[in-house]
């Protein structure tokens, strides 16, 4: 069998690189901080280019205070909903340490929802267990193999991670600066609206 001196080794590790064929194991943001642009817009809230890039960890978001949780605070009750990818997590259920639960709406108007159901919350029971799920066809998303959209009248009702308020949300893009769909374009950037009473009623305007 051939065999390859370390000089060997190293001129075929530099010739990768120069090449740029040496892969990461990771995404190249696994490591940075997760980001998100809020604003408001009349009776929104609007969240535009929340990241979530990272293969491993979520990008935890706060409805309440409308801002990005660090992942160091993942088993608190300071965040409501997490993205990852195209999976959505919600702060409640077995493996979550809040009182929170979330549900899909099809065929509801957004702006045409006024209060938010009593009962019907589904929680994340275990990893392959979520409150939506692709998988179960309960997913906020359309996958033609090249893009991703939102499917149309499809709301997010939360209940927030201290079980006493209530959010509705319409996913709006997943592109950043949520621009047109496409193979090239870049992904992973949720842009969406909500509301959320903490007055503890279910009433939205």
Same mark, same amino acid.
């Given at each position: 069998?051939p065999?390859?001196?370390?000089?060997?080794?190293?001129?075929?590790l530099?010739?990768?690189?120069?090449? =740029?064929?040496?892969?990461?194991?990771?995404?190249? !943001?696994?490591?940075? /901080?997760?980001?998100? @642009?809020?604003?408001? &817009? #009349?009776?929104?809230?609007?969240?535009?280019n929340?990241s979530?890039?990272?293969?491993n960890?979520?990008?935890l978001?706060?409805?309440?205070?409308?801002?990005?949780?660090?992942n160091?605070?993942?088993?608190?009750?300071?965040?409501?909903?997490?993205?990852?990818?195209?999976?959505?997590?919600?702060?409640?259920?077995?493996?979550?340490? =809040?009182?929170?639960?979330?549900?899909?709406?099809? !065929?509801?108007?957004? /702006?045409?929802?006024? @209060?938010?159901?009593a &009962? #019907?919350?589904?929680?994340?029971?275990?990893?392959?267990?979520?409150?939506?799920?692709?998988?179960s066809?309960e997913?906020?998303?359309?996958?033609?193999?090249t893009?991703?959209?939102?499917?149309?009248?499809?709301?997010?009702?939360?209940?927030?991670?201290?079980?006493?308020?209530y959010?509705?949300?319409?996913?709006?893009?997943?592109?950043?600066?949520?621009?047109?769909?496409?193979?090239?374009?870049?992904?992973?950037?949720?842009?969406?609206?909500?509301?959320?009473?903490?007055?503890?009623?279910?009433?939205?305007?």
């Amino acid at each position: 069998m051939p065999r390859f001196s370390l000089n060997t080794a190293f001129n075929l590790l530099g010739l990768a690189l120069a090449l =740029g064929i040496v892969v990461s194991c990771t995404s190249p !943001n696994d490591g940075a /901080t997760p980001t998100a @642009e809020f604003g408001t &817009s #009349g009776t929104d809230i609007t969240v535009k280019n929340c990241s979530a890039e990272s293969e491993n960890r979520f990008t935890l978001v706060s409805l309440q205070n409308k801002t990005i949780i660090p992942n160091s605070d993942s088993a608190t009750t300071k965040w409501d909903i997490g993205f990852r990818k195209t999976t959505i997590i919600v702060n409640g259920g077995k493996i979550r340490v =809040g009182q929170g639960g979330m549900q899909r709406l099809q !065929n509801q108007s957004y /702006t045409a929802l006024k @209060e938010a159901p009593a &009962s #019907g919350y589904r929680t994340d029971e275990a990893e392959d267990d979520l409150a939506i799920t692709a998988k179960s066809g309960e997913g906020w998303y359309n996958y033609s193999g090249t893009t991703i959209t939102p499917i149309k009248d499809v709301v997010l009702v939360v209940r927030t991670a201290d079980g006493k308020s209530y959010a509705k949300i319409e996913i709006e893009s997943y592109y950043k600066d949520k621009a047109t769909p496409s193979i090239t374009a870049a992904t992973r950037f949720y842009s969406f609206r909500y509301q959320i009473q903490t007055n503890g009623t279910r009433q939205f305007q």
